[in-house]
């Protein structure tokens, strides 16, 4: 019937294929689940997140592997994800990054192109460690102060007092939300600093000027709390 058609005859799947595929592909998976933690930026539970994929790109090599030995199977599964809605949302565009990259390499060692993956992959990788570590190399540092004060009778003396400690520490500093409710107070700064060292020194001496309130800095990229 197929030859009614012109199409071309396709192998059967060889197991002997697919398991060297997921054997290389596992391996590759782990390089990027340590690349993930390692150079990652994204202020969730990068350790968790990293968790899934090596399940994406083994499940993407046997899907690949299945469908490209059969048109219906492949056209089944066109009209399959189809009806699928995923849910779940990225909040980084790295994680959507790192889950393409998962996926690309499990298309490539699906299509038994073992050796372009296997360069392809580990010199993107690479630059992408190169990048990230010229990237840590730089001095300034763009990060949110949040100080939370309570029992605050003189709202806006502690408010010129906070702006003149902070402003011993870093290079520039804009006020981004005050609040006050009750007996608490609470401002957000967005500070430029030369270098994370500052942040301890800055941290223990608003903790000199205000015991017991809740100083958080936070990074868009790394998170370091105080």
Known sequence: MLEEFNLPLVPPLSILALLINLVLGAGLSLVLRW??????????????????????????????????????LSLGLVGALSIVRFRTPIKEPEELAYLFMAISMGLGFGADQRLPTLVAGLSILGLVAIFKQ??????????????????????????????????????????????TQRNETGATYHIDIKNTASLSTLSDDLKRSFPGASITFIDQNRLPSI
């Open 134 to 179: 010229y990237k840590k190399d730089d001095i300034n540092k763009n990060l949110y102060l949040t100080i939370d004060l309570e029992e605050s009778s003189d709202e806006y003396g502690r408010l010129e007092l906070i702006n003149s400690i902070i402003l011993k520490y870093v290079e520039d500093a804009e006020l981004r939300r005050f609040e």
């Open 35 to 72: 690349h993930f933690l390692k150079f990652g930026s994204t202020i969730s539970n990068r350790a968790e997140f990293a968790q899934i994929f090596p399940f994406i790109l083994l499940t993407t090599i046997l899907i690949i592997s299945i469908i490209k030995s059969s048109l219906a």
